[in-house]
């Protein structure tokens, strides 16, 4: 049988500046999801890349002497080396300037044109630059962009308008779907400030520059940078490519565009809406996460309140910047990032509550037992109840998964591990050894390895480089998931790796 399939999207960065660690963030969430998805033997498909056209870029090269290509070229090859630093598992990396895409967003311009969905107008309206974003007088929070906060601009120009005001009832009916858009709360703001108000048709076309995909009818026009950049989903799967469109055939629809949440409306409003006009299906529901925050500020590229992430990985390695970006936040809410937390993190979670873990419990199987294991399976009460919260484990990490609730899910499995270390703590090995009570050492020994085992599978895919630190360290390649469910996997006379620090204190 085919496995089942899985398809998940971060948004396209804007290349206008190098990334922060706000992008990494939600980059990190998808790529735990995608691998966990990988590691319960879905087929999956991670798609991430570059949002490369508009204004913005375009003055933004100009700054710096630079065509808007040379500039984005720059920042893409940094991006990629970002995410390689990170271990990102994307399957494709998609960026709006690839040929195949910019013949497909003309392609399919061109279909809503024919269709009737799209049509030549008149724009008169206030414009955000920084943005990116076209708004009428009653989208204005105190006169500014409702998103940044900044100053719009008047501007009046021959434009292509997008149909939106006709697809209403049916967004309106896509958001009632309870999974469609989540958190709640996510839906309710996007009915009170959106659909309560009128959905106006959209412009989708601009002259005022030109660092854009031309319509192909009307040179003088590029295409709106929110209809080129949506439709990467698509056109990433090969969709009005022109050339092989399997992938588009196999992954549509989406299961899961993550984004951020200030640009929930794109993705829940004018993203469906687009899919309607091509009588395409919606993508099966869209995880609007919050903004990690620096002093209660958004972590952004115009605050330039930022380092480069690579020197958080640098200093405390990256299953600590992983594991900190998909722990610390409560998913769906804001969080703060501050480095001093960060190394708490390190030093409490990782570096006491499993590395020390794992190296005492080592330490001690080469002092009694030369490093080799054996299940008694004599076990005591207290045995029970660690294999039991251990075997259990599975159905509460699926169901916080579910739900894409990371945060919880590493909760759940450092709450495993925390057991293991009351479980030494209550058993006292080294007693045992005093007592030369060699069988029920042996016991505990295997029981508490045998519990990391299982702990490990998981963590690999939310701190993947540990996790495989720890296989090595016991050597074992019972490491697929269908061996999370039953106790008891590592084998008799087992042999272990050598011990060594999974993180040293900072
Ligand atoms: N190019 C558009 C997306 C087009 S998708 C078809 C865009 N780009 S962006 O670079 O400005 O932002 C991309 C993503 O990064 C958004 O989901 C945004 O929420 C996320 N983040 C940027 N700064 C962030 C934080 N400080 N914290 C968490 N995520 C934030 O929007």
Same mark, same amino acid.
């Given at each position: 049988m085919e496995n089942k399939k899985f398809y998940i999207t971060t948004p396209i960065y804007y290349p206008s500046a190098n990334f922060h660690i706000g992008h990494c963030y939600t980059t990190i969430i998808a790529d735990a999801i995608a691998r966990f998805k990988r590691l319960q033997g879905y087929d999956v498909f991670f798609l991430t890349g570059t949002d490369e056209h508009g204004l913005k870029i375009e003055n933004k090269a100009k700054e710096v002497n630079k065509t808007p290509k040379e500039y984005v070229d720059e920042i893409v090859l940094d991006a990629k080396d970002l995410w390689k630093s990170l271990g990102i598992s994307y399957d494709k990396f998609i960026r709006t300037t690839d040929d195949y895409h910019v013949k497909a967003v003309s392609n399919i311009f061109n279909k809503l044109y024919e269709k009737g969905d799209i049509y030549k107008g008149y724009y008169e309206g206030l414009y955000c630059t920084p943005c990116e974003s076209f708004w009428t007088s009653?989208?204005?929070i105190d006169g500014c962009c409702?998103?940044?906060?900044r100053e719009v601009k008047k501007v009046k120009e021959e434009a292509y308008f997008f149909k939106l005001s006709k697809y209403e009832d049916r967004i309106r009916k896509l958001l009632d779907?309870?999974?469609?858009?989540?958190?709640?709360s996510r839906k309710n703001e996007m009915i009170n400030n959106f659909l309560d108000k009128g959905l106006d048709d959209l412009?989708?076309?601009?002259?005022?520059?030109?660092w854009g995909i031309p319509v192909s009818f009307d040179k003088s026009h590029v295409v709106y940078v929110w209809l080129d950049a949506l439709t990467n989903y698509l056109t990433a799967l090969g969709?009005?490519?022109?050339?092989?469109?399997s992938l588009f055939k196999k992954?549509?629809?989406?299961?899961l565009h993550l984004v951020g949440k200030e640009i929930v409306r794109f993705h829940a409003i004018i993203w469906p809406a687009i899919l309607m006009a091509l009588d395409l299906p919606f993508p099966k529901q869209i995880f609007a996460h919050g903004w990690l925050k620096i002093n209660g500020e958004k972590i952004s590229k115009s605050l330039g +309140?930022? %380092?480069?992430?690579r020197e958080y990985i640098n200093t405390y390695g990256v299953d600590a910047v992983r594991y900190f970006a998909l722990r610390?936040?409560?998913?769906?809410n804001d969080g703060s990032f501050d480095e001093e937390y960060l190394k708490q993190r390190r030093n409490t979670?990782?570096?006491?509550?499993?590395g020390n873990l794992l190296n005492r419990t080592i330490a001690m199987t080469y002092k009694y037992f030369d490093g080799v294991i054996t +299940?008694? %399976?004599?076990?005591e009460d207290i045995d029970k109840d660690l294999i039991d919260s251990v075997t259990s484990l599975k159905e509460i990490v699926e169901n916080d998964m579910s739900k894409y609730n990371v945060s919880l899910a590493l909760e759940d499995i450092f709450n495993v591990l925390k057991a293991c270390n009351k479980y030494i703590d209550d058993t006292m090995p080294w007693n045992l050894a005093k007592l030369s009570n060699y069988d029920r050492l042996q016991t505990v020994l295997y029981n508490i390895l045998e519990s990391i085992r299982i702990c490990s599978i998981y963590l690999s895919a939310f701190i993947p480089d540990t996790s495989k630190a720890i296989f090595k360290q016991l050597n074992t390649?019972?490491?697929?998931?269908?061996?999370?469910?039953?106790?008891?996997?590592?084998?008799?006379?087992h042999k272990l790796g050598d011990g060594s620090i999974l993180f040293e204190r900072i």
């Open positions: 009653k989208d204005l409702p998103d940044c906060h779907n309870k999974d469609f858009l989540l958190p709640e412009c989708v076309s601009r002259t005022s520059f030109t969709y009005e490519t022109g050339d092989d469109d992954y549509w629809p989406c299961d +309140n930022y %380092k480069d992430p610390e936040v409560p998913f769906g979670d990782l570096c006491n509550t499993l +299940n008694t %399976k004599v076990n390649d019972k490491t697929t998931y269908d061996t999370t469910s039953k106790f008891g996997y590592l084998e008799d006379n």
